[in-house]
């Protein structure tokens, strides 16, 4: 996400091509620590006016959001709607969630090792 041009085309090209019910967000957390600033940067992402109309490609919208943060794994990961409806707005990741729109507090670290030496390092030391 540091080159927005890079990633409005990346991003742009998969939803235009594979379309968005077919895109899922997917990390290498396990070995880079946590996601948390890249996840952050995509809930804000969007292609600009300019590449949408000049490569055809599509907006991202909260519903394409929530697509790609989770509701395509549905697919391969069925849960019945039911089970969703009765445990989603009792989740604890949801009542964070609620929690912190009321009182932002936005914080952009990533955790753990960032590069492979750090992770050998990590690694080394039993972690």
Known sequence: MRDHDAAAHGLGKLLKYVVEDNVLWGTDSIWYGSPQDQIQAFRTFQISDA??????????????????FGRNALKIYP????????????DRV????REYREQPDP??????PKTRREFLNLKAWGG
């Open 51 to 68: 590449f949408a109309e000049k490569f055809g490609y599509p907006k991202i919208t909260p519903s394409v959001r929530a697509k790609v």
């Open 107 to 112: 914080a952009f670290v990533t955790y753990g």
């Open 94 to 97: 949801t009542q964070e969630r």
């Open 79 to 90: 849960v019945p709607e039911a089970v969703l409806k009765q445990h989603l707005p009792k």
